[in-house]
């Protein structure tokens, strides 16, 4: 029967078992982020706003999207603290909560882009 490579004859991490587990658990509910951003249209807002801040109306124009779609994404971004509002007057304008998420577009872009 052919052997699976993927399949350890022996452990080799023994001592170290506790200390990586401890580890995984920093990154618990990073997920979550990522769901939100595996969307094509949440990715598009937040690029959008990258560049600028922005009303629903102006987002729904460029997306060409009803103003009830775009704020439900922006409800979702806003609850993983991805955006920002402020009012002016009747106006809420949106923009990026902090420049966290415009590092992760940044990088997430330079990685699309390299050559494989």
Partial sequence: M????????QFCLSVEVE????????????SEIFKVLGD???????????HRELCVCDLATVLEM???????????L???????????????????DDEHILNMISEAQEHFAEER
């Fill in 2 to 9: 052919p052997r699976n490579n993927d399949v350890c004859d």
């Fill in 19 to 30: 200390d990586l587990r401890a580890r995984v658990l920093e990154v618990a509910g990073l």
């Fill in 40 to 50: 094509e249209t949440r990715t598009k807002i937040l690029y959008l706003l990258s």
């Fill in 66 to 76: 009803s103003l009830p779609a775009i704020s439900h994404h922006l409800r979702l």
């Fill in 78 to 96: 806003k609850a993983f603290r991805l955006v920002k509002y402020r009012r002016e007057g009747k106006m809420v304008y949106y923009s990026l």
